[in-house]
């Protein structure tokens, strides 16, 4: 079995490091929910499930009353998702999920989490996100673990692929942005900027090592990259991009044992939050220089670190991967709210 | 290597006299009578040891350890389908905690310390039995909950047999076996060869309306050959030596919730043995000698990797025993000197082990009883120092009592310590203690027999290591995190009746295990009294057999009880029951005899799984054809 966690590690720094790409949708204005979708507004948390022989799930938290449900989708249509459940976006009514070993986007109506379709035959599909208001979706697929990926251009409508954009090694984490999609490298330097009309690349930004989150801020926007870690090469500190039109501007942080990830933007607005090692740490997206990341805001690590925009904190913790993990809620000043039931290896949340 | 320029010359710490009688009472296989020197420390009371059924043998020639202790004995198999990784959980232990010996020497691969059941067909073995318990912890790392011994018999006389045999879902298996005997030596040799599509049906329960689909990509061929020789050129002395070759290739199959697999296993294995066994004076002494060179190739052309883990074993061992009266004095000096070569290490990575074994048995009349020591260095590190110690009390002509304790751990292996990313060089060994004690009684008439044997058992194992991802650097890395205990309970029963010509064997087995979490790392006490994942607390396995002269009929029930796959036992695979039927006969021919058997596994056609998501067969059908040249 050990003879696998090549692959399994290759497979956790690569989910430990998913997805704030849906977060900043809201810039756009999309399709109004429909109010009376049992799932129309809330919190999902995406678990991955175990990894090989099991199922991930999805886990739904009413933000008004905090109640939560567990494994709505096995719930609504009597079959498991399938596995390694890794993101979830979603389009009026419409929820995808995307399940990496399953090959597929799961839809479901929001109404009920019933499911409505799927896209089959994908190649190890990773990350997800709206294009605003296109009616289109771009779907991240590593295809393999040697070589380049690609972005699978999904009409939401009619659930078919449309296009498929080749893109470097590890596409994974996807953002919608000045409307055009990026995509981050996540085993290069590199993001990807496409074309959200014509479906083509435009251009291509150097940014850190291995960048794997991407936060929206005006006609900014900023590419966390943990660098290379000690065990894959020359270790190489992590950066945070900015990029502004055909603009990048990195700033490296101070170490090279830093490797940041989860960047994600605080509710507030003001500032930045992202992982390092030993918890969350806060920074202004306006500052310069290289960065020294202090003191961490809250004091632990979590599997799966963001903040929904309309509210708290969310921290997941996976334990031992083979029993359910738990969600812990922080307040905008960092103090620790409550903790919620997850299921196995909460590892991405779609805010809604 | 230079550790090994003296080993011959190594110092022997032995006392003078001859054998005492074993306490062992383990079964026999076919074609041997004559039993080998054994190594010291399977000569206890207290000895705890399961074989398989000859019919079950005769039936099933092809089959593996796997499918043995699926239909027998008192441990619990954990397969991810016909082809694909079988697993041994005894009392409770996980995969690793359990050992695998070859002609006394252990065959473990020291990467990830798991032994493959599935790899080991019985067919070449010759002879296999597991031995539970704590009089197992003397072979040392890993033997906590129990050891698998295969070690060849001596052959009495020319004999050769030869099968074939189809079962469903394309398995074609064939094998040949030959022995010849002469005065002062013998030869055999065994071979075999397998090939499966393994492409069953099963309903997915992870699709929409739970279509039937077949499984795909679960090819697996196999093949291996035996050889041993020996030569008895002294009244005293006997040389042995043994070559193993075996290779197989297997894909690996997707499981219900994955879209689908391309990845492949293919392994290579040459092991030799070599032993010297004899008396000179009153010392019985024995020198064994091994090499494993092993290839783990695993390669997906589609995901785009290819990947070949390679490791060597020189084992080398010395053992003498001697008696004084009725105490009986043993030495065992062990030393090993293993490298693995893997993409995910830093180069090769080494091991040198040395262990030394003093032990002292009694041989009352009606009390036996063993001490035994085990101290062990690792790299120059001093290991554990494991203990153990086995009583037997005949407290009546067909009542014995037993009660044994021992100390036991499991060093690390190569990928816990050295996997890159995320190997942990500053890992302790698993360790804890555990004890049992037991009743057994058995009466044997002229027509009739009947044996009921009941034990409990306990064990504690502190440093339980665990993988865990940290997510902070983006990989896995195991860490001594847990401490878990084992208590439990093993009933046998065995009743066998000769009616005219008909004979009928009822045996059964039951095993009630409750392995909880007692320590947990931070933030999981919940995990705290929960049964470990996969390990049913309740099994029971039994075998009926009629046998009337040429013919006879059998009937193997295995149940497991829920198997938890959440370790906070949340989510879990519902209990099962499996019925296996088989019907044979047999037609002499002279001095040979020709043999058929057919048999129905999983005869109710149940679905199930033992790991989550992983289909197991429904109803199918074998038949098999055997052919003993000088069978006596």
């Known amino acids: ?352 | 290597m230079k550790k090994w320029s003296g080993f011959f010359v190594f110092g022997l710490f032995v006392c003078p006299a001859a054998w005492a009688q074993t306490a062992d009472t383990s079964l026999r296989l076919p074609l041997v009578e004559v039993e080998e020197h054994r190594h010291p420390a399977e000569r206890q009371p207290a000895l705890q040891r399961q074989s398989p059924d000859t019919l079950l043998l005769r039936a099933l020639p092809a089959a593996s350890v796997a499918d043995w202790l699926q239909w027998q004995g008192s441990a619990s198999l954990r397969s991810y389908g016909p082809n694909g990784l079988a697993t041994l959980s005894i009392r409770g232990s996980s995969a690793q905690q359990n050992t695998v010996l070859w002609e006394g020497l252990p065959l473990l691969n020291p990467m990830n310390g798991t032994p493959d059941l599935n790899l080991y067909p019985m067919w070449l073995l010759g002879g296999v039995s597991v031995q539970t318990g704590s009089s197992a912890s003397d072979f040392g790392s890993g033997a906590i909950g129990g050891a698998l011994h295969f070690r060849q018999g001596i052959p009495q006389k020319h004999d050769a047999a030869v099968f074939t045999e189809m079962r469903s879902f394309g398995d074609y298996a064939g094998g040949v076996s030959a022995s010849v005997r002469a005065r002062k030596g013998w030869y055999q040799i065994r071979a075999l060869h397998r090939s499966a599509q393994n492409n069953f049906p099963y309903n997915n329960m992870a699709r929409f309306g739970n279509p039937e689909e077949r499984l795909a990509h679960a090819v697996h061929t196999q093949g291996g050959l035996l050889q041993e020789a020996g030569w008895q050129f002294h009244p005293n002395w006997r040389l042995r030596a043994a070559w193993w070759v075996q290779a197989h290739r297997r894909q690996l199959p997707a499981s219900m919730t994955e879209q689908l697999s391309t990845s492949v296993q293919a392994d290579t294995a040459h092991r030799v043995a070599l032993s010297l066994t004899g008396q000179a004076g009153r010392w019985q002494l024995a020198f064994r000698q091994g090499y494993l060179r092993e290839l783990n190739h695993f390669f997906d052309e589609r995901l785009g990797f290819d990947e070949r883990h390679r490791f060597t074993a020189l084992l080398q061992e010395i053992s003498a025993v001697t008696t004084v009266g009725r105490h009986e004095f043993s030495q065992l000096v062990q030393q090993a000197y293993y490298t693995a070569n893997s993409p995910n290490f830093n180069g090769q990575e080494r091991q040198y082990r040395l262990a030394w074994v003093p032990g002292w048995r009694y041989n009352g009349p009606k009390t036996t009883a063993r001490l035994q020591m085990r101290l062990e260095t690792v790299n120059g590190r001093l290991v554990p120092i494991t203990p153990s110690l086995q009583l037997e009390q005949r407290l009546a002509p067909t009542l014995q009592w037993r009660l044994a304790g021992s100390r036991i751990y499991r060093l690390p292996g190569f990928n816990d310590l050295y996997w890159q990313p995320g190997g942990n060089p500053d890992l302790q060994p698993e360790n804890g203690w555990q004890a049992e004690t037991g009743l057994g009684w058995k009466n044997q008439q002229s027509t009739w027999s009947f044996s009921v044997d009941g034990g409990a058992f306990w064990s504690d194992l502190t440093d339980w290591i665990i993988w865990l991802p940290n997510s902070s650097l983006g990989y896995w890395t195991p860490r001594n995190l847990r401490r878990v205990q084992s208590l439990g309970w093993e009933q046998q029963l065995g009743i066998s009746k000769q009616l005219g010509r008909v004979k009928l064997r009822l045996h059964g087995d039951y095993a009630y295990v409750a392995t909880t979490h007692r320590e947990v790392g931070p933030g999981e006490q919940d995990l705290i009294g929960k049964q470990l994942i996969y390990i049913p607390k309740h099994q029971v396995r039994s075998r009926f057999f009629v046998e009337h002269a040429a013919f006879f009929m059998g009937w193997h029930y295995s149940y497991n009880g829920l198997r938890f796959t959440s370790s906070d036992n949340r989510f879990f695979l519902p209990n099962q029951h499996l019925h296996q039927i088989m019907l044979g006969g047999s037609k002499r021919l002279g001095p040979h005899v020709l043999r058929l058997t057919g048999t129905i596994h999983n005869a109710l056609n149940l679905q199930y799984q033992q790991i989550a998501w992983r289909p197991m067969p429904g109803r199918h059908y074998q038949i098999t054809l055997q052919f003993n040249f000088n069978a006596s």
């Open chain 1, 1 to 352: 079995m050990k003879q696998h966690f090549k692959r399994f590690s290759l497979l956790a720094l690569l989910a430990s490091s998913l997805f704030f790409t849906a977060c900043k949708e809201e810039s756009t204005t999309p399709p109004v929910p429909d109010p009376l979708a049992a799932y129309g507004s809330g919190i999902f948390v995406v678990n991955e499930g175990p990894f090989q022989n099991g199922t991930g799930t999805i886990t739904f938290i009413n933000r008004t009353t905090s109640a939560v449900e567990q494994d709505v989708f096995q719930a609504a249509n009597g079959r498991p998702l399938g596995n390694v459940a890794q993101s979830m976006a979603s389009f009026g009514t419409v929820g995808m999920v995307v399940v990496n070993n399953a090959g597929k986007v799961e839809f479901v109506d929001l109404k009920d989490f019933k499911s409505t379709g799927v896209i089959e035959n994908m190649a190890l599909p990773s990350g997800i996100v709206v294009a605003g208001n296109t009616g289109k979706a771009y779907v991240t697929e590593w295809v393999s673990f040697s070589g380049n990926g690609r972005v699978a251009v999904i009409d939401i409508a009619s659930k078919q692929v449309v296009r498929r954009i080749a893109v470097g090694e590890f596409p994974n984490a996807v953002i919608w942005h000045n409307n055009r999609i990026f995509v981050a490298n996540s085993n290069q330097n590199t993001v990807v900027e496409i074309d959200a009309q014509a479906d083509t690349i435009l251009r291509t930004h150097t940014v850190g090592d291995r960048p794997n989150s991407m936060v929206s801020v005006g006609n900014s926007l900023f590419v966390l990259c943990s660098g290379t870690p000690s065990w894959a090469g020359t270790e190489t500190a992590g950066a945070l991009a900015e990029i502004v039109g055909s603009q990048v501007n990195v700033r490296n942080f101070t170490a090279a044992t830093m490797h940041p990830g989860n960047l994600t933007l605080h509710p507030d607005g003001g500032s930045f939050l992202y992982q390092l090692s030993d918890g969350v740490y806060s920074l202004s997206p306006t500052a310069s220089g290289n960065i020294n990341p202090g003191s961490p805001v809250i004091a632990r690590k979590f599997y799966h670190f963001s903040a929904d925009p309309q509210g708290l904190l969310y921290g997941t913790d996976a334990k031992d991967f083979v029993s359910n993990g738990v969600i812990l809620r922080y307040e905008r000043n960092f103090t620790l709210r409550d903790s919620l039931p997850a299921g196995i290896a909460p590892g991405s949340i779609h805010y809604r």
